[in-house]
């Protein structure tokens, strides 16, 4: 019998889980909401009421968990060290002990965009691009870089903020206090401001239509992501400039335009060869970064 | 009888070149002007030249040579793809194999500012730093990146051409080609001309005197290379971000606002713990890097 691999993805709004195989396949899943105001030890029960319901429906327990937080984690200990969108204090929780002891069974945890990521790695593009570096675009710009097949992690799988790169000089401030973020700047919400619409979706609508500030602000946007992508791939020669999110399916307003400013930017060598697309792995990149936590931990740069 | 390598370090206006042993000393040195507009087999052949003379000084044969080259690379078969600072045509010169054949020896070819980086992996603060970038400040603003203590090549040895971020949408257009580099903003002769001053170092002379045109160009350079190093820190959590070059000993006028900015602009996550600071390896790291080359390989992420 194949083996099964439980993953978590945890938001400030809903925990997705899933029982999947070494493949990538995603057998069983369920979804529930973020209980609001728990600690974490209850939101960490939570989590194991839910691979308990999951390995029921199963038949059999999974071998391993992979869980995505979106926070400070210290993938080596499980620690967690900050997590900003989730109410109470995780602040030296050991989540990953507290999960081994309740599930019995190996855990490993690591920041959402960098699982992410790493489900990219696996069961995306990942095969095509030994390193590689990906935005993902929506209410914030996360991200992760992949070098020569390892996702890069730093001490706290706090590596790849590259939503959090200064674009402009006294730009707008961003939600993590420094002036001139791309995330400030491109992110979904910065752009239906700047287009005076809703949400990120009505503005595109409105820009395709004709309207010119809807316009003006998706080129605003997609000239700020263009120079970050660019910049990356002028210091790191990666093999593509990956996009996922909700965002990154807008081709026409933000990713050719991306294309050609890494085309342009990019001076030093020739950067034709370097791909600039979406991701592959699709919605459900976060939860496929948790499976692969446990099932390729070796391409984890810890 | 302890291993001797050979290095050079081929530039515009000079070659210099090293006998070394595998820690790093380096036991006889050799410079000469770079032959003015020679092909490139004559300034391969005067390579092949030093080689020999130094090796008659030391009375015995280096037992390889590595080589670092201002332009792109193809480090894997030693094939040159462009140098700019060199005369005559180089693309496609099979510089690696041409010096093989005329010395009988391995040759190892990188870019020089990758050797340089090199250099201080090896010999200077590389040991302490796994992962580190360093930037060289000078006439030009190259530099590399070092991912949990390998050298990051990509196909041309081109990575790590972080001078050529571009800060500034719209900034003064780089030699490069491209507006905003870094290079165009903050390096010595871009902050001598804001300045008014001949070079960088009457300007840094006028700037410690109160000279506020100066100051203000020190200010501006500092503030952009604050923010390079800020994104990079942000992208990639190294463990340090390190400086050579003549604009390096900068420390009042550089390296402590970069220090304050990187500290200011880094909120993802607390970079308190990434060393901003000068390199070891000093003047000599290129030709260090070149003597690595042979000593270290496996470090190169080819």
């Excluded at 979904?188 to 009505?202: K, N, Q, Y």
Aim: contains cysteine.
């Amino acid at each position: 019998m194949e083996t099964l691999y439980a993953a978590v993805d945890l938001g400030g709004t809903k925990i997705a889980a899933a029982l999947g195989n070494a493949t990538g396949s995603l057998l069983h899943t369920e979804t529930i909401p973020t209980p609001p105001g728990a600690n974490p030890e209850q939101v960490l029960a939570a989590i194991g009421t839910l691979v308990d319901s999951l390995s029921a429906r199963a038949g059999r327990r999974p071998t391993a968990l992979g869980v995505g937080i979106p926070g400070l984690i210290d993938t080596r200990t499980g620690h967690v060290h900050f997590v900003p969108n989730l109410p109470t204090q995780w602040r030296g929780v050991p989540a990953g002990a507290f999960l081994e002891h309740s599930l019995r069974m190996p855990v490993r945890i690591l920041n959402d965009a960098r699982c992410a990521t790493f489900g990219e790695l696996l069961f995306g593009h990942g095969p095509e691009y030994p390193s590689f570096v990906l935005f993902t675009l929506g209410t914030g710009i996360g991200g992760g870089v992949v070098i020569d097949g390892r996702l890069r992690l730093g001490p706290l799988s706090a590596a790849g903020e590259i939503g959090h790169q200064t674009v402009q000089l006294d730009g707008p401030i961003c939600g993590c206090g420094n002036p001139g973020c791309l995330e400030a700047i491109a992110s979904g919400p910065a752009i239906a401001r700047a287009a005076g619409f809703p949400d990120a979706e009505s503005a595109a609508s409105a820009a395709r239509q004709g309207d010119h500030r809807a316009q003006r602000a998706f080129h605003t946007a997609a000239t700020y992501l263009g120079i970050a992508a660019a910049n990356l791939v002028t210091s790191l020669h990666p093999d593509a400039v990956l996009f996922t999110g909700g965002m990154a399916e807008l081709v026409d307003l933000l990713l050719m335009p991306v294309r050609a400013a890494v085309s342009e930017r990019v001076r030093m060598f020739p950067a034709q060869g370097v791909a600039v697309r979406r991701a592959a792995a699709g919605p459900n990149a976060g939860l496929l970064g948790a499976l692969a936590l446990n099932i390729a931990p070796t391409k984890l740069a810890l």
